[in-house]
């Protein structure tokens, strides 16, 4: 059959299961920094399930742009696969509510195991379901380092068996990393990037979909009701404002790239991280509104953003570096420094006199890049 349609459904799914991730985050006690710091599990949970899905689509992108059929069997186990994965963050709040349980530890790490598994026995039946393309032969299946994370994770279920409880889990956070390492400095040739943004727009329109699901329903059907949650409708408009923005400027930008590699991808991927975020501190601002720490973490996942659009323009010059038009619009990024400068000033505003300063700071840098072009 061909991958077309099963390449959408899969990435439907995954787009799907990382924003939903978020969803499990539960918020800190209050809006201080030592509380912020007693979640350190569950942040660090959130971003290697993240990475993991991340890095198994990243893969599957790379391997079904050289594909040309798949069979039943290729299916079946694809769909093994992404039953694994659909669980993951549920397991991923077991084991963060749980951290020294023996029996949260081995479920996480099984589907851990079982995500490397399962992709190296896929990757072999799509190899073996095309006999005659000359690029998927090139795969060597039985490469050694392809099963690292494997024997890494079987290591630490020795150790939690052993002598260390937590060894499951610092074993797939060890897999994981090198996954993503092994992803990352490969030579990706990516042949279009039509994938690529189809996957971040839905990333994107599902972030944006669960923000409404942040706001806290009203207490009854007065206007009063209403009117009490008007910061957190304050704070929804802003993050959407946000996260729309972030999209606009992607469109725009992707329109006029010919190439692309996977440096430019996990670039990416590292701002759709935080503003898959931007649902949780959205929530964090709403409830805490008047706190400093609440705003300056929502001030910075902004700055964060943006600076990972500057370095992706700069891998797309690298990478696109025949295509003038693409050179001409990014031939400085006067407009990002100056978001991230205007932040950084409503921090220190927010820092001194007025906490809220930061958000509003915020909105008001993607208003004046907006404006200025216009003015001009």
Request: charged content about 10%.
């Amino acid at each position: 059959m061909k991958t077309n349609r099963f390449e959408t459904f899969m990435d439907a799914i995954l787009a799907i299961i990382i924003t939903v991730l978020v969803l499990k985050l539960p918020q800190p006690p209050e809006a201080t920094f030592e509380a912020i710091l007693s979640m350190n599990m569950w942040y660090i949970n959130y971003f290697l399930c993240f990475l993991i899905i991340f890095n198994t689509w990243f893969n599957d992108h790379n391997l079904f742009q050289m594909v040309e059929e798949i069979d039943n069997n290729v299916v079946f186990v694809y769909g093994v696969l992404i039953l694994v994965i659909s669980v993951i963050p549920y397991f991923a709040t077991w084991v963060a509510l749980n951290p020294t349980s023996i029996p949260a530890q081995t479920m996480f790490g099984l589907l851990f195991l079982a995500i490397n598994f399962l992709y190296a026995i896929s990757t072999y039946l799509v190899v073996r379901a095309n006999p005659y393309n000359e690029k998927l032969g090139k795969i060597n299946v039985k490469s050694f380092r392809r099963y690292v994370p494997v024997a890494v994770i079987l290591i630490g279920f020795i150790l939690t068996y052993t002598i260390y409880p937590q060894a499951i889990y610092i074993s797939c956070i060890l897999a994981t990393v090198y996954s993503f390492l092994l992803a990352f400095l490969a030579k990706s040739e990516i042949e279009t990037s039509d994938r690529f943004e189809a996957f971040f727009d839905a990333i994107v329109a599902i972030v944006i979909t669960v923000l409404v699901l942040e706001i806290t329903m009203a207490s009854n059907g007065s206007w009063d009701a209403l009117f009490d949650l008007k910061i957190e409708f304050l704070a929804y408009i802003i993050s959407f404002i946000v996260c729309f923005n972030y999209w606009n400027y992607n469109h725009n930008l992707f329109a006029l790239v010919n190439r692309i590699d996977g440096k430019v991808i996990w670039i990416v991927a590292l701002a759709m991280f935080f503003t898959s975020l931007i649902p949780y501190l959205s929530h964090f601002v709403a409830n805490n509104f008047n706190s400093f720490m609440a705003q300056a973490c929502y001030g910075i996942d902004f700055m964060v953003i943006v600076f990972t659009s500057i370095i992706t323009s700069e891998q797309l010059k690298r990478v696109d570096s025949a295509n003038i038009a693409l050179l001409m619009a990014l031939k400085n990024h006067i407009p990002l420094y100056s978001m991230i400068i205007v932040v950084g000033i409503g921090i220190v505003i927010g820092y001194l006199f007025y906490p809220p300063a930061v958000i509003i700071s915020c909105m008001l840098s993607i208003i004046l890049v907006w404006l200025i072009p216009k003015l001009r």
